[in-house]
Every structure is written in structure tokens, then in C-alpha cells.
């Protein structure tokens, strides 16, 4: 099984700051990474997909990079409604997920 | 737009069993895979099961397999998961996803969410 790992599992950020999140896989899954957005009670939304592609809707200020075992989400400026879990999902070889990063108001 | 609406979810007994519901609609459903993920309370998403648009090739993860069945009705635009032998750890928001085709197990729609508990 392929291991994901989030990095760091909390992130405090201030309005209009950037937001870097980290995803490694304990085994190369190319570019076969999706990050997916979760708010309190809600299901998860899809950000980004082979690893760089935003999906339909997706506000320009968020975007992906990576291939292989490393991989980032950055967030631009970060917006109020940008606080949540963020979760990092390789589909290359069967389907993991990491253990998600909470983004918090400084 | 692409609709999913799970059901089916109730409090169980350890050992009992419940079918979960997901209707669909907004999409050509017997074109796409689809998908069960689950999640445990305060914890992250695990995958759970996935089957292809015909229904013909199902795929479960180990904490599952033997236990969970999936299935479909194309007819009625509807995935299925018949949960069996369910134990405390099953506890959680069964969330039934779109794959992005018949030939991915990548999925990039996902429904609001239905809650299991095994309790006794």
C-alpha cells in the first residue's frame, strides 16, 4: 500500500497570506495525485488533479506541483472561506489517502 | 449538474448488517465507475470499494473484503453497498464518488455523505 504523508498537520495562516502544504508518497504514483478540500460536516471537494490541473471551478490561487513522491498545494492568498482540511489522494496504484492538513486562522 | 445522494445509513449492531443507497443523476452513469469512501469519525478518508460501469469488475480494500459487497443498477441509475458482519471500526460517513470514467478509479464528484454506527 502506498503510504501518503501530509506535512504539517496544522497550518496557521493570516488572510491574504500564502499557504504551502506538503503530500510525499512513500512510492513514486507519477503524477497520479489529486488534493481535495473538506469543510466541517461537508463532503470533500476536488481541488486539483494530476497533480497540477485545477478542477472545474477552482479558483485560480490555488495550485499544484510535483511528480513522483513529492508533491505541494499552494495557496496564493488565502481567502476566509480557504479555512479547512485539506487532504492529498494518490490513485496511481489502488487509492490512498493522506491524513489531511487543517488550515486555521492565525 | 452531477447529483449524488446517498442513503441508507442508521445505528447497527455489531454483527448486523445495512445496504447503503446512492441515487444518481446529472451523468451518463453506466459510463463511469463509482466508488464508497469512507470516514471515521475526527479521522481521515480511506477508500472502501469501487466498481466499473458495467458492473462486471469490483475492487474492495482489505478491511472490507469478504464483508462488503457493491453493486449497481444501471436501470435505475443507483450504486449500492450491502455492509455484513459489521464491526465498531466500520463506524463512519459512507460518501458514495463518481470515477472520472469507466477506465479510472479517480473520482471527482462525491456525494454529501451517509452516517453508519455499530453500536451496541
Known amino acids: 500500500e502506498i503510504v501518503m504523508t501530509q506535512s504539517p498537520a496544522t497550518l496557521s495562516v493570516s488572510p491574504g497570506e500564502r499557504a504551502t502544504l506538503s503530500c510525499r508518497a512513500s512510492q513514486s504514483v507519477s503524477s497520479d495525485l489529486a488534493w481535495y478540500q473538506q469543510k466541517p460536516g461537508q463532503a470533500p471537494r476536488l481541488l486539483i488533479y494530476?497533480?497540477?490541473t485545477r478542477a472545474t471551478g477552482i479558483p485560480a490561487r490555488f495550485s499544484g506541483s510535483g511528480s513522483g513522491t513529492e508533491f505541494t498545494l499552494t495557496i496564493s492568498s488565502l481567502q476566509s472561506e480557504d479555512f479547512a482540511v485539506y487532504y492529498c489522494?494518490?490513485?496511481?496504484?489502488?487509492?490512498?489517502f493522506g491524513g489531511g492538513t487543517k488550515v486555521e486562522i492565525k | 449538474e452531477v447529483q449524488l445522494l446517498e442513503s441508507g445509513g442508521d445505528l447497527v449492531q455489531p454483527g448486523g448488517s445495512l445496504r447503503l443507497s446512492c441515487a444518481a443523476s446529472g451523468f451518463t452513469f453506466s459510463s463511469h465507475a463509482m466508488s464508497w469512501v469512507r470516514q471515521a469519525p475526527g479521522k481521515g478518508l480511506e477508500w472502501v470499494s469501487s466498481?466499473?460501469?458495467?458492473?462486471?469488475?469490483?475492487y474492495y480494500a482489505d478491511s472490507v473484503k469478504g464483508r462488503f459487497t457493491i453493486s449497481r443498477d444501471n436501470s435505475k441509475n443507483t450504486l449500492y453497498l450491502q455492509m455484513n458482519s459489521l464491526r465498531a471500526e466500520d463506524t463512519a460517513v459512507y460518501y458514495c464518488?463518481?470515477?472520472?470514467?469507466?477506465?479510472?478509479?479517480?473520482?471527482?464528484?462525491w456525494g454529501q455523505g451517509t452516517t453508519v454506527t455499530v453500536s451496541s
Open positions: 489522494h494518490q490513485y496511481n496504484n489502488w487509492l490512498t
Open positions: 464518488a463518481k470515477n472520472l470514467n469507466d477506465n479510472s478509479l479517480f473520482m471527482d464528484v
Open positions: 494530476g497533480a497540477s
Open positions: 466498481i466499473s460501469g458495467s458492473g462486471g469488475s469490483t
